[in-house]
């Protein structure tokens, strides 16, 4: 039902003639974990499944909330939906790139906001088509421990505690005891803990500490983040433990900043360096020097520890040159060629 309510808002903006439509989720109680969006009903046509927007209310108390649901407010589920050439306007009207090239280009000097924030707040044209149905936002720790499965995942145990949720990423045991209450996360990333009441106030909190992601994903395998430190000389070491899928590559890339020393602890691949393509396995140690070109392919998966020396030491400092595998033996073979 949600997602039927969903493919009905394209009709809704057309039929409106805003420049935005969203969804509003029917309230089942009054809630000060979400926004509130606070339809028109005075300029609504009659027999109508939307309603003009008159103003928005971000996480009130509970008490301004009861009044806001009573007035017939909807929880602002983040659903927008708009027309391209309402954004591709935004974008020129704000002095933003409008390609896909000159976005990326500039995309770490764009402001840190929400699309509510940055767009939907200074829109007058908005429309809302309400949802009644099964819907909660997970955007808290608090509300996200409602939905797991038990008190505790991870290493380590809890005892004696009270509506307690212990999530640990971490490769070290975590004991709580006697804790009410309480949300504790350990991750890569750093520790939280704190009183469920509280887990949606930690944004503002956050944002002024390191943006530097202690753990990530990749379409090859994955990092994690294990050591940095700066130097007295102004230097800067980050040391990283890497994991490559069987199959997968890491793409041939160079650094301007940093120099690159790999351990090899388990499995076999190959390595292109250089224009050169050689293998390697558990116990193998590689440097990579400023500036030479590399790829590191996994025949079965690759475990190693990365060592980064520089400054700055940022995931920015990298120039790519080819993506597959395939087209970095071909390029190696063409420049041996060449030297032969």
Same mark, same amino acid.
């Given at each position: 039902?949600?997602?039927?309510?969903? !493919?009905? @808002?394209?009709?809704?903006? &057309?039929?409106?003639? !805003?420049?935005? %439509?969203?969804?509003?989720?029917?309230?089942?109680?009054?809630?000060?974990?979400?926004?509130?969006?606070?339809?028109?009903?005075?300029?609504?046509?009659?027999?109508?499944?939307?309603?003009?927007? %008159? *103003?928005?209310?971000?996480?009130?108390?509970?008490?301004? *909330?009861?009044?806001?649901?009573?007035?017939?407010?909807?929880?602002?589920?983040?659903?927008?939906?708009?027309?391209?050439?309402?954004?591709?306007?935004?974008?020129?009207?704000?002095?933003?790139?409008?390609?896909? %090239?000159?976005? #990326?280009?500039?995309?770490?000097?764009?402001?840190?906001?929400?699309?509510?924030? !940055?767009?939907?707040?200074?829109?007058?044209?908005?429309?809302?088509?309400?949802?009644?149905?099964?819907?909660?936002? @997970?955007?808290?720790?608090?509300?996200?421990?409602?939905?797991?499965?038990?008190?505790?995942?991870?290493?380590?145990?809890? +005892?004696? $505690?009270?509506?307690?949720?212990?999530?640990?990423?971490?490769?070290?045991?975590?004991?709580?005891?006697?804790?009410?209450?309480?949300?504790?996360?350990?991750?890569?990333?750093?520790?939280?803990? %704190?009183?469920?009441?509280?887990?949606?106030?930690?944004?503002?909190?956050?944002?002024? &500490?390191?943006?530097?992601?202690?753990?990530?994903?990749?379409?090859?395998?994955?990092?994690?983040?294990?050591?940095?430190?700066?130097?007295?000389?102004?230097?800067?070491? &980050?040391?990283?433990?890497?994991?490559?899928?069987?199959? $997968?590559? #890491?793409?041939?890339?160079?650094?301007?900043?940093?120099?690159?020393?790999?351990? =090899?602890?388990?499995?076999?691949?190959?390595?292109?360096?250089?224009?050169?393509?050689?293998?390697?396995?558990?116990?193998?140690?590689?440097?990579?020097?400023?500036?030479?070109?590399?790829?590191?392919?996994?025949?079965?998966? +690759?475990?190693?520890?990365?060592?980064?020396?520089?400054?700055? @030491?940022?995931?920015?400092?990298?120039?790519?040159?080819? =993506?597959?595998?395939?087209?970095?033996?071909?390029?190696?073979?063409?420049?041996?060629? @060449?030297?032969?």
């Amino acid at each position: 039902h949600f997602f039927k309510t969903i !493919a009905r @808002l394209p009709e809704t903006l &057309l039929q409106s003639g !805003a420049d935005l %439509a969203l969804l509003g989720v029917e309230p089942t109680q009054p809630s000060s974990q979400y926004g509130y969006i606070v339809p028109d009903s005075t300029r609504a046509v009659p027999g109508s499944a939307y309603a003009p927007v %008159a *103003a928005f209310k971000e996480k009130p108390s509970e008490q301004v *909330a009861e009044a806001l649901i009573a007035d017939g407010a909807l929880w602002n589920c983040g659903v927008f939906c708009f027309r391209m050439s309402f954004l591709l306007d935004y974008l020129k009207t704000h002095g933003y790139p409008d390609q896909y %090239a000159g976005m #990326i280009s500039h995309f770490k000097d764009m402001p840190k906001k929400s699309f509510d924030h !940055a767009v939907v707040e200074g829109v007058t044209s908005i429309v809302v088509q309400s949802y009644s149905g099964t819907w909660k936002d @997970l955007g808290t720790w608090g509300s996200l421990s409602d939905e797991l499965a038990g008190p505790f995942t991870g290493a380590g145990t809890a +005892l004696a $505690c009270e509506g307690t949720h212990v999530i640990n990423e971490l490769n070290i045991p975590i004991i709580a005891k006697g804790l009410h209450h309480i949300m504790v996360v350990a991750s890569p990333d750093g520790i939280l803990v %704190a009183d469920k009441e509280h887990c949606a106030d930690i944004k503002e909190v956050v944002s002024t &500490l390191s943006d530097r992601p202690m753990y990530e994903e990749r379409r090859w395998g994955l990092y994690r983040v294990l050591d940095f430190q700066k130097l007295e000389d102004g230097g800067e070491v &980050l040391t990283k433990s890497l994991e490559v899928k069987a199959g $997968c590559n #890491i793409s041939y890339q160079r650094h301007e900043h940093r120099e690159e020393v790999w351990t =090899i602890i388990q499995g076999s691949g190959e390595l292109a360096l250089d224009g050169k393509v050689t293998s390697v396995t558990a116990g193998d140690v590689v440097r990579v020097c400023k500036g030479q070109w590399h790829a590191l392919r996994a025949t079965e998966k +690759l475990v190693l520890i990365e060592v980064q020396r520089g400054a700055p @030491l940022i995931e920015e400092d990298v120039e790519r040159r080819f =993506i597959n595998w395939d087209d970095i033996v071909q390029h190696c073979s063409a420049l041996v060629r @060449l030297v032969v």
